[in-house]
């Protein structure tokens, strides 16, 4: 099993940033594939960005790429989603979720954490 925390979510004014935090425990860090989705209201759950164990290779949905930055602390178990130049549209709840490696098939996911952006 995998527990996943989230933290960092907030309110803040477009163009404004924001950092989150997911600290995973239960499994070593190392056999995780991380990743980042989000759900707007009224909308399904859909992909941020990922990162590679090991190679710590990453990957961006189209619309945060260039914006927001995937990361990653193997001594604090900890991985990191900056979000910077924050739209309207980035309003969610975002999710950390972990895959077992190779797979990236994600499934353990934390609770989520609210980013609302005013417009």
């Known amino acids: 099993q995998v527990q996943l925390v989230e933290s960092g979510g907030g309110l803040v004014q477009a163009g404004g940033s924001l950092r989150l935090s997911c600290a995973a425990s239960g499994r070593t860090f190392s056999s995780l594939n991380m990743g980042w989705f989000r759900q707007a209201p009224g909308k399904e759950r859909e992909f941020v960005a990922n990162?590679?164990?090991?190679?710590?290779?990453?990957h961006y949905a189209d619309s945060v790429k260039g914006r927001f930055t995937i990361s990653k602390d193997n001594a604090r178990n900890t991985v990191y989603l900056q979000m910077n130049s924050l739209k309207f549209e980035d309003t969610a709840v975002y999710y950390c979720?972990?895959?077992?490696?190779?797979?990236?098939?994600?499934?353990?996911w934390g609770q989520g954490t609210p980013v609302t952006v005013s417009s």
């Open positions: 990162i590679r164990r090991g190679d710590d290779s990453t």
């Open positions: 979720a972990a895959a077992l490696v190779p797979s990236f098939t994600f499934r353990y």
